[in-house]
């Protein structure tokens, strides 16, 4: 009976050290809520976000700037085909099609 005793006890200390870190974790989350309230919350998670995807994107230029010229000067010149296409009609005239 002693054994059931000491895991009964072993148990309830593991519960209660389990429901300590669980009260400081709420209590902190607790007082965040009431200082910035919610929409303060979800803002500052969706900067910290685009602040990551900024990084994210800074380190993929940063190892490809290569691609990432060709790929800029790519839609660029979709962008102007239009104008691009109407500038070498004046120049060599009309395709007969």
Not at 1 to 10: D, H, I, K, N, Y
Not at 50 to 60: G, K, Q, W
Request: hydrophobic share 55%; aromatic share 8%.
């Amino acid at each position: 009976m002693s054994a059931l005793v000491r895991q009964l006890e072993a148990d309830r200390s593991v519960r209660n050290a389990a429901k300590a870190a669980f009260d400081v974790r709420y209590g902190a989350l607790k007082a965040d809520f009431e200082l910035r309230g919610l929409t303060g919350r979800i803002l500052d998670e969706a900067v910290e976000g685009a602040a990551d995807m900024l990084d994210e994107a800074v380190a993929v230029v940063e190892e490809h700037p290569v691609a990432i010229g060709g790929t800029f000067a790519a839609l660029v010149l979709w962008f102007l085909r239009n104008p691009i296409l109407a500038a070498v009609e004046r120049l060599f005239g009309k395709a007969d099609t």
